[in-house]
């Protein structure tokens, strides 16, 4: 089976690897210079396969889930990231969105970590959405869409608790879980349409927020021309982005370049799409040239396995 923990969580690394050096440039520049491999320096000065904050906190709840699900466990280790400790590529944060920051700082205050997470309309950047992806597996199985929804939204609360954010990984977790159980794009983008919208009606969601997510619910995102696909650190458009470039790609490496290549916040919407891009193609898709380089593969592959044996146990994944 190919939609394995490894394909997703290392589809995420290397999307985000691939982004970090052009991190900022623009579309106009990177359509001169197109990224079409790993690079090395760049906006950070990085060397090639190095990671940023997406993957660490991603790795940061890969590896809470290991031991089951625990919130104070999960702000836990997204305070060791922050202070250096864990999951760094390279032992230093080099990269960290303010509203992320913020919230850790909260956690290490010793609030409770579902009231951590920013929660006006202005702290809707992408912190939550580019970690969310572990979730999927965990949740798999979970037949009562209200418990996945609640777990989805405890944990972006951790750094992101407004209901945009909230209902962005809500989305994209549903739309994960139905490639994890072999559906192709396209019955996996209208079975997530469809469950999302009637999910909302019966909770009586703020009618003008749900309006926020239509170009990906009631449109096709995927029909949209390049020019009206934004690449910014907004929440709503990291998901836009990411289901336009892996709807409208044929490989993994054709769906995280096409992220990449979008400029501004190149290494989120890298992660962000690789992650579902690792989901689809399996972990053979992706170029062994790119996994060779990446930083702290084995210990990445290690974590992986460790989740899906914990997983397997506990029946949430087969």
């Known amino acids: 089976m190919k939609n394995t923990v490894k394909a997703g969580i290392f589809g995420i690394c290397i999307g985000d690897a691939l982004g970090v050096p052009v991190e900022f440039r623009s579309r106009e520049q990177l359509k001169r210079s197109p990224v079409t491999t790993m690079r090395s320096m760049g906006s950070h000065r990085q060397p090639a396969g190095t990671w940023s904050d997406d993957s660490s906190l991603t790795l940061c709840l ?9 919130l104070e466990d999960m702000a836990l280790k997204f305070l060791q990231w922050y202070n250096e400790e864990i999951w760094t590529p390279y032992g230093r944060v080099f990269d960290i969105g303010i509203a992320t920051s913020q919230a850790i700082q909260r956690i290490g205050k010793g609030i409770v970590p579902t009231l951590c997470g920013g929660y006006s309309e202005f702290d809707n950047g992408n912190g939550s959405l580019m970690r969310i992806l572990p979730l999927a597996f965990y949740l798999k199985d979970e037949e009562n869409i209200e418990s996945l929804y609640q777990t989805v939204k405890e944990v972006s609360s951790i750094t992101h608790g407004h209901f945009r954010s909230v209902f962005a990984c809500f989305v994209y977790v549903v739309f994960a879980i139905e490639l994890i159980k072999g559906k192709n794009k396209k019955e996996a983008y209208i079975y997530t349409q469809r469950m999302a919208l009637e999910f909302a009606e019966s909770q009586r969601f703020n009618p003008k927020e749900i309006q926020l997510f239509a170009r990906i619910l009631c449109n096709d995102i995927s029909q949209y021309p390049e020019n009206e696909i934004s690449s910014s650190g907004y929440v709503l458009h990291s998901l836009e982005a990411s289901l336009w470039c892996f709807l409208n790609s044929g490989s993994y490496s054709e769906s995280v370049l096409k992220a990449v290549n979008l400029g501004e ?8 799409t690789g992650g579902l891009a690792g989901l689809y193609y399996g972990f053979e898709g992706i170029p062994e040239e790119w996994i060779e380089v990446l930083a702290r593969k084995e210990d990445i592959e290690k974590l992986c396995r460790k989740l899906k044996d914990q997983l397997m146990k506990s029946k949430h994944y087969e």
Do not use: V, W
């Not at 890969?62 to 625990?70: E, N, V, W």
């Open 62 to 70: 890969t590896d809470s889930l290991c031991k089951g699900y625990d």
């Open 265 to 272: 916040d190149t290494d989120t919407t890298g992660a962000i």
